[in-house]
């Protein structure tokens, strides 16, 4: 298990809860139970082939999971894993 | 649709003009009161949080917000009891639309103000408007969020 720290630009999915608790021993089997409790929540965060999209970032702690093993990265139930919108844009 | 007072506003205007001929970026904070519908998010702007763009390669036409500096944005939302609205960000000479690129990056249920900053001949730059855009969450559009005027209470 996990605590998952939802952003505001996806709390519209999670019934507007910021933190959510999530089943898991993984990165990656935390946000899948995350996205079967939230099924809108799942384009958002997986694409067609179930990859993370680019645009999303995921910290256990401080630390980016690109960093760490990836979405196999072990949670533990103190583990903080906020999901992190990548916000970019620019006039071309 | 969002109200933005008029002092924020001219807190992001001046960030514009400060950092022009790169665009500027940061965060909008306040108060949010989640619509039933799509597009009926009230949002009420009291805070900005400017952040460097850290587009440094190219700063003149493309900014980034760090994965690390948007955390600590919503860590200061939470510390001051407040929401994560949006970001606001300029266009050097430029209009106050967003383009292809930004809408491309967007996601919805934010606020994404885009300011015009026309230079003057002398280095200088002038924020000569605003407008906020919002993304349809199937993506399909970016349209010009309505803005609550007039002067509010609290
Ligand atoms: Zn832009």
């Not at chain 1, 809860?17 to 996205?35: F, H, I, P």
């Not at chain 2, 306040?30 to 009926?40: H, I, K, S």
């Not at chain 2, 952040?51 to 917000?65: E, K």
């Not at chain 2, 939302?77 to 990056?105: I, T």
Request: charged fraction near 25%; proline fraction near 7%.
């Amino acid at each position: 298990m996990a605590k998952l720290s939802i952003p505001t630009a996806l709390r519209a999915y999670t019934e507007r809860q910021a933190k959510v608790d999530a089943d898991g021993a993984t990165v990656g089997a935390a946000l899948a139970a995350l996205a079967d409790r939230y099924p809108d929540l799942r384009p958002h965060l997986f694409d067609e082939a179930g990859e993370l999209r680019g645009f999303v970032n995921v910290f256990v702690g401080d630390t980016n999971i690109r960093s760490l093993a990836g979405l196999a990265t072990p949670v533990t139930p103190d583990s903080v894993v906020a999901l992190v919108p990548a916000i970019a844009g620019g006039l071309r | 649709m969002i109200h933005v007072p008029d002092a924020v506003a001219a807190r992001f205007a001046a960030e514009g003009e400060r950092t022009y001929p790169a665009e500027c970026c940061g965060v909008l904070l306040g108060r949010l009161e989640p619509g039933a519908t799509e597009g009926c998010d009230r949002r009420y702007a009291s805070a900005i949080l400017p952040v460097d763009n850290a587009r440094t390669d190219r700063a003149g036409d493309r900014f980034v917000i760090t994965p690390e500096a948007y955390l600590k944005a919503e860590a200061a939302a939470d510390a001051q009891g407040l929401e994560l609205l949006g970001f606001y960000h300029s266009h050097p000479d430029d209009q106050a639309r967003p383009s292809d690129y930004d809408r491309d990056h967007a996601w919805p249920n934010l606020s994404y103000i885009v300011m015009a900053v026309q230079g003057q001949g002398d280095g200088t730059g002038r924020t000569t408007g605003w407008a906020s855009w919002e993304l349809a969450a199937d993506r399909s559009a970016f349209r010009p969020e309505p803005l609550i005027e007039g002067g509010l209470h609290g």
